[in-house]
């Protein structure tokens, strides 16, 4: 399973290296990222994304590769429960509403730890 996934600071030096590897001095900007402290990418589409770059860095005339990320899916439906308690600790209304979050997973917990133990089902321990 290790191999099924590419980390992005790995996503970031495959796609370099690939829009340099004509001419080391082509210049190489990537967006759409900025948010993410970490992330994982499926790695055949990593492969499929590097060869693309290569082959556009193939062409002679081009001196500059942007690469731009947008999302498909950029938010999430979530329901939000507003209660107004009483006093005495019970519950006089609730009111329950819907919202569109963007929200980041897990890992942007978990990008500085050295040392994770994940008790979660399915066990994902290569983060």
Same mark, same amino acid.
């Given at each position: ?5 590419? #980390?992005? !600071?790995?996503? *970031?030096?495959?796609?370099? =290296?690939?829009?340099? &590897? #004509? ?21 055949? #589409? ?5 060869? $693309? ?6 062409? $002679? $005339? ?11 899916? !950029?938010?999430? &439906? ?21 919202? *569109? ?7 942007? =917990?978990?990008?500085?730890? $050295?040392?994770?133990?994940? #008790? ?6 290569? *983060?």
């Amino acid at each position: 399973m290790k191999y099924m996934h590419t #980390r992005l !600071p790995d996503f *970031y030096s495959k796609i370099e =290296a690939a829009a340099k &590897s #004509r001419d080391p001095e082509t210049e190489f900007e990537v967006s759409g990222l900025e948010s993410f402290k970490t992330a994982k990418l499926a790695s055949l #589409r990593v492969g499929r994304v590097e060869d $693309e770059i290569t082959e556009v860095a193939a062409d $002679e $005339e081009i001196k500059k590769i942007k690469v731009q990320v947008f999302p498909l899916n !950029p938010e999430t &439906s979530h329901y939000v429960v507003i209660k107004g308690i009483r006093g005495d600790g019970s519950c006089k209304k609730a009111v329950i509403e819907y919202m *569109y979050l963007s929200s980041p997973t897990v890992e942007t =917990a978990l990008f500085d730890a $050295e040392e994770i133990d994940d #008790r979660t089902v399915g066990n994902r321990q290569n *983060y």
